[in-house]
């Protein structure tokens, strides 16, 4: 056996100690392992938000959502589904703790339609799943979002950002009709689906 070095550096380190090169080689490697992790996931966020066209609101539009009842664009009476001049629709919504106002409208398909939201109280989420429409409802500012929906379909749509206890039960429904049979509805029957 080797006499023990006076120089420490030159002595054989003990039993269960790693040498420093594995440590640096070891350390490497999951730098490479984790920025590579890194890049994929960037990659992911922005293959989906490019290939899906999903982008930040572009419009700031405020509100005071304590009047949103007494008069302007969302009053009870306005709420719903609206057909343009242009043949497009409009859809107005209003969240609130624990519903939306209306609880259901109907939609033509393949046809441009545009949503008008706002919330009268907290911070909501409206979102139907497959399309671009994800948005969030914060009081004082109306969200607008535009799409076409190419087939007819049912949305159930839970409300998406906690907003409160009742947030869980929190949800409305977006039916999208065919555009004839949609045409054929009565002002009133377009305008909601929810039961009168
Ligand atoms: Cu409204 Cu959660």
């Known amino acids: 056996?080797?006499?023990p070095s006076e120089n420490p550096p030159q002595r054989p380190l003990p039993d269960g100690i790693v040498?420093?090169?594995v440590v640096t080689r070891t350390e490497k490697h999951?730098?490479?392992v984790m920025a590579a992790m890194l890049v994929i996931m960037m990659a992911v966020i922005v293959e989906t938000g490019v290939a899906g066209a999903l982008h930040p609101a572009?419009?700031?539009e405020a509100i005071d959502s304590e009047t949103l009842h007494l008069g302007g664009e969302f009053v009870e009476s306005n709420l719903g589904t609206a057909i343009?001049?242009?043949g497009s629709a409009t859809v107005r919504l209003i969240a609130e703790q624990y519903d939306f106002v209306p609880h259901c409208v109907r939609v033509p398909a393949d046809t441009p339609v545009k949503f008008r939201l706002t919330s009268a109280d907290a911070v909501h989420g409206f979102l139907l799943p497959d399309t671009n429409v994800n948005t969030m409802l914060v009081p004082g500012f109306v969200a607008e979002v535009r799409t076409r929906f190419a087939q007819p379909r049912e949305y159930e749509m839970p409300c998406h950002e906690f907003c409160g206890l009742g947030h869980h039960a929190m949800w409305t429904?977006?039916?999208v009709e065919p555009k004839?049979?949609?045409a054929a509805q009565g002002p009133l029957e377009r305008t909601s689906c929810a039961q009168q």
């Open 173 to 175: 429904k977006v039916s």
């Open 30 to 32: 999951w730098v490479i």
């Open 84 to 86: 343009e001049p242009d």
């Open 180 to 182: 004839d049979r949609f």
């Open 1 to 3: 056996m080797a006499e």
């Open 19 to 21: 040498p420093e090169e």
């Open 58 to 60: 572009t419009n700031v």
